[in-house]
């Protein structure tokens, strides 16, 4: 059994900052690639930003130089802080582990983050 639980959205106002969390616990031994996705409403779910056990990271364009991925491995934790917020970075953010010993993704329950004046 795994889970992952994330938290830190919530409500802020264009040009604000977040800092999102995701912890995996449970049987999950060997954590590979840890990605954050959204899901704005009406919209298909889309990648954020994606950082490997080494640490190379990647982002979708529209977010590069205001958000940053990190994660602390010994904690089974990925993090997303993002600044500048736009309004158009509303959705439910998602994290996605991939464990690599038994070839499996898991997904978080998803956090809302709204961005509004």
């Known amino acids: 059994q795994v889970q992952l639980v994330e938290s830190g959205g919530g409500l802020v106002q264009p040009g604000g900052s977040l800092r999102l969390s995701c912890a995996a616990s449970?049987?999950?031994?060997?954590?590979?690639?840890m990605t954050w996705f959204r899901q704005a409403p009406g919209k298909q779910r889309e990648f954020v930003a994606a950082i490997a056990r080494g640490g190379t990271s990647n982002y979708l364009e529209s977010v590069k130089g205001r958000f940053t991925i990190s994660r602390d491995n010994a904690k089974n934790t990925v993090y997303l802080q993002m600044n500048s917020l736009k309004p158009e970075d509303t959705a439910v953010y998602y994290c996605?582990?991939?464990?690599?010993?038994?070839?499996?993704?898991?997904w978080g329950q998803g956090t809302q983050v709204t961005v509004s004046s």
């Open positions: 996605n582990v991939y464990d690599a010993l038994s070839r499996k993704n898991y």
């Open positions: 449970g049987s999950i031994f060997s954590i590979g690639g």
